[in-house]
């Protein structure tokens, strides 16, 4: 929604530049995380996902970087453009599969700010 | 259109009055789930259905009920609409056997009690 970037941290960078969104997960038992990107005024859209079997997976200008021994996890976004301008949270989960062992549980969020 | 429709998308209430937050997937999914949004809060789970028939409660379920009786709808109903229910909800759907790529969410309700 319109308001979901209040309260948020917020990384400012210039176009073309590279973007580094940080995460903290709390549970040592999550198996599966997943970084969203939220526009305003819009649900949450998938951007990429990780298993706890890897630290790391690169999409198409997106990798996220996880690191277990500190829980912690990162999403990289290369030649960053104006459209990519939203809030961006991670999601952790204790199962690939969804259901009780598998909702997600999301951080607060980072709102991303990119200047022309 | 494949994906999740959510309706209405825009509601304001009167504090006591009830209503039913609509929620329908055409993918087969499933997995469903309400998750609400606020501000600096993140998104935090309401209810969630693994099939139809089941439903479960999530971190935040008191003042709302859900029922699954079909696996493309999700419904989610305010008994008694308080204040502190003011909210952006979200409805999401998974595919329990390849969740690769996620939840798909809804385009959101935006919810005011007066």
């Known amino acids: 929604g319109e308001n979901v970037g209040l309260h948020l941290p917020t990384l400012s960078v210039q176009e073309g530049d590279n973007s580094i969104i940080n995460c903290a997960y709390s549970?040592?038992?999550?198996?599966?995380f997943i970084w969203y990107k939220q526009e305003s005024g819009k649900g949450p859209q998938f951007i990429i996902d990780i298993r706890s079997n890897m630290d790391k997976r690169q999409g198409q200008r997106v990798t996220v970087l996880l690191n277990k021994t500190v829980k912690h996890l990162s999403l990289q976004i290369a030649a960053t453009q104006p459209g990519d301008s939203a809030v961006y949270f991670c999601a952790e989960s204790t199962s690939l599969y969804g259901g009780s062992q598998g909702n997600l549980i999301f951080g607060k969020g980072t709102k991303l700010s990119v200047k022309p | 259109n494949a994906g999740v429709t959510q309706t209405p998308k825009f509601q304001v209430l009167k504090t006591g009055q009830s209503m039913t937050l609509q929620c329908a997937q055409d993918?087969?999914?499933?997995?469903m789930s309400w998750y609400r949004q606020d501000p600096g809060m993140g998104l935090r789970l309401i209810h969630y259905?693994?099939?139809?028939?089941?439903?479960d409660q999530g971190e935040v379920p008191n003042g709302y009920n859900v029922s699954r009786s079909t696996t493309e709808d999700f419904p989610l109903r305010l008994l008694s609409a308080a204040p502190s229910q003011t909210s952006v909800y979200f409805c999401?759907?998974?595919?329990?056997?390849?969740?690769?790529?996620?939840?798909?969410f809804g385009s959101g309700t935006r919810l005011t009690v007066v």
């Open positions: 993918m087969n999914h499933e997995y």
């Open positions: 549970n040592s038992a999550s198996d599966y």
């Open positions: 259905s693994v099939g139809a028939g089941i439903t």
């Open positions: 999401a759907s998974s595919n329990n056997r390849d969740p690769k790529g996620g939840y798909t």
